[in-house]
């Protein structure tokens, strides 16, 4: 018997003489710019090609431990689950689409709403999770996103949003629908309470969630290339038969044209976010 073992060969044998190196898994290729990373490299980059500075999407836990200092913060809601209101079913039931996403994600729902501090100063943040359900917005990310929004304006702390959806979650009907308008009103409130909030708009931002909350930020910014929009640019070419101009929905296009605010790259985006904020609370 062999001193050691190895339960994931690096190595493998193909033939006498012969052998295979594993590299399954160590590198990905660029959507944009066709560049092979090494993932190590994407990973050390913040998911961001080192090459053409394409911004992979990444899910709702890195983007908060990006954002908050060390990493570090306090999770509220984290059992929060959708009661399948419409008792919903297509391809299958919408319980066991919840459940078969709850075990994916290992969250309960769609958004991760978390307080804690960004460069030293306290702070609300809610980040979509675009791998449950398409990042869609039912009644779940609603109440989520109104608490913390509460939560904000009893503590006076700045509230910000990191948007990654599909739009409201059809499965749900009507319900999510009401969600637009339940946040809208409670953003009204923290806004007469004069407590800042910033919209940060990633690949990709669509449906009920752009025609909402996404776009009612004191400060509405996204970063490079994502895909915002209510539609998606099939659905308007297929509508209004015209071809759409180049960039079309993408963040440069939107800050072109006066929709956002600013285009911030991920590495920029924590020291963007403090200074705005400082701006905002002096």
């Known amino acids: 018997m062999a001193w050691f073992s190895r339960e994931k060969p690096g190595v493998e044998a193909v033939g006498e ?20 990373i090494w993932k190590k490299t994407l990973d050390e980059n913040s998911q961001v090609c080192p090459q053409c500075e394409h911004h992979f999407r990444i899910d709702a836990r890195a983007r908060l431990e990006m954002l908050f200092d ?11 689950t959708s009661t399948d209101p419409l008792k919903f079913s297509d391809s299958k039931t919408y319980k066991e689409r919840l459940v078969s996403m709850q075990k994916a994600t290992k969250m309960s729902d769609a958004l991760i709403a978390g307080a804690g501090k ?12 675009l791998k449950f359900v398409g990042g869609s917005m039912g009644t779940v990310v609603g109440e989520k996103i109104t608490r913390a929004i509460e939560r904000s304006i009893a503590g ?3 509230l910000i949003i990191i948007s990654a959806s599909g739009g409201a979650r059809m499965q749900e009907g009507a319900i999510s629908l009401m969600q637009m308008a339940k946040i809208s009103a409670a953003l ?8 800042p909030y910033i919209s940060l708009l990633t690949d990709p931002t669509t449906g009920g969630v752009t025609a909402s909350f996404a776009m009612l930020g004191d400060l509405n910014i996204a970063e ?3 895909l915002i929009g209510f539609a998606g640019p099939r659905v308007i070419e297929q509508t209004i038969r015209q071809k759409l101009p180049e960039g079309f929905q993408r963040s440069e296009f939107l800050l072109e044209h006066g929709f956002l605010d600013a285009v911030v790259k991920r590495s920029e985006l924590k020291k963007y976010i403090s200074r705005s904020l400082a701006f905002f609370c002096y």
């Open 224 to 226: 490079p290339g994502a």
């Open 156 to 158: 006076r702390v700045p």
């Open 188 to 195: 009204m409130k923290l806004d007469e309470a004069k407590v």
């Open 17 to 36: 003489g012969e052998k295979r190196v594993r590299t399954e898994g160590l590198w990905l290729k660029c959507e944009s710019c066709s560049q092979i």
């Open 118 to 129: 960004l460069e030293d100063r306290p702070v609300n943040i809610c980040a979509m999770e």
């Open 70 to 80: 060390g990493g570090q913060y306090q999770e509220f809601d984290a059992k929060l």
